[in-house]
């Protein structure tokens, strides 16, 4: 089965600084990856998504991307702020298929 | 609209008991998830729901089981509660089944403490 490696698995940003999570998957046929942000006793929020048909997605502050050949997706956080503070978690899931297989989380701490 | 609700949202359990977890998702969606969440073993699937009949299946002991309704709520229940089940059960809903063509949006959780 599928397999999602994710790293750091926490890190420490000044505000303002960007952040940067990295994740691996195993399985080429994958080709839906969203990235949630679960704040301290909610559930996890989809903050952004990729398909494989494009390699790069923004939305404000956030993008994300996606190389198929090397099987690794990125999430980028600009300008962080300190209610950018949480865990992010990647996913994985392919066509077809309605599980998604999640990373072991980022706790990202972005001081004032 | 209203998000996915989940209820109880904390629950103290003893050892051997079973429990019972409810779901409401967004309404019009169709398709009920749950996972299990801990600090060592992240998000891991459980089961899911659509037209009321179980559609997958995580790795879990049978003990784990669920049930959807013509309404599209669901309940997950845990017989015979071991202290490792001690976890955030989270539950999500979708339109459709294909992760690819809908996205998923989880509920605030049910916090399970076995003692």
């Known amino acids: 089965g599928e397999n999602v490696e994710q790293h750091p698995s926490t890190l420490s940003v000044q505000e303002g600084d960007s952040a940067v999570i990295k994740c691996t998957y195993s399985?080429?046929?994958?080709?839906?990856f969203p990235w949630y942000k679960q704040e301290l006793g909610k559930g996890p929020q989809l903050i952004i998504d990729i398909r494989s048909n494009v390699g790069e997605k923004k939305d404000q502050r956030i993008a994300v991307t996606l190389n198929k050949t090397a099987k690794h997706f990125s999430l980028h956080i600009t300008e962080t702020q300190p209610e950018d503070s949480a865990v992010y978690f990647c996913?994985?899931?392919?066509?077809?298929?309605?599980?998604?297989?999640f990373g072991k989380g980022t706790m990202l701490l972005v001081s004032p | 609209k209203a998000g996915v609700t989940q209820t109880p949202r904390y629950l103290i359990k003893t050892r051997g008991q079973q429990v019972t977890l409810s779901c409401s998702p967004i309404s019009g969606h169709r398709s009920v998830s749950w996972y299990q969440q801990t600090p060592g073993q992240g998000l891991q699937f459980l089961f899911e729901?659509?037209?009321?009949?179980?559609?997958n299946k995580g790795n879990f002991p049978g003990r784990f089981s669920g049930r959807q309704f013509s309404n599209s709520r669901s309940e997950m229940n845990v017989s015979t509660l071991e202290l490792g089940d001690s976890a955030l059960y989270l539950c999500?809903?979708?339109?459709?089944?294909?992760?690819?063509?809908?996205?998923?949006?989880f509920g605030p959780g049910t916090r399970l403490t076995v003692t």
């Open positions: 729901y659509f037209s009321e009949t179980q559609r």
């Open positions: 399985d080429s046929a994958s080709n839906y």
């Open positions: 996913a994985a899931s392919k066509t077809g298929y309605s599980t998604l297989t």
């Open positions: 999500a809903s979708s339109l459709f089944r294909d992760r690819v063509r809908d996205e998923q949006y």
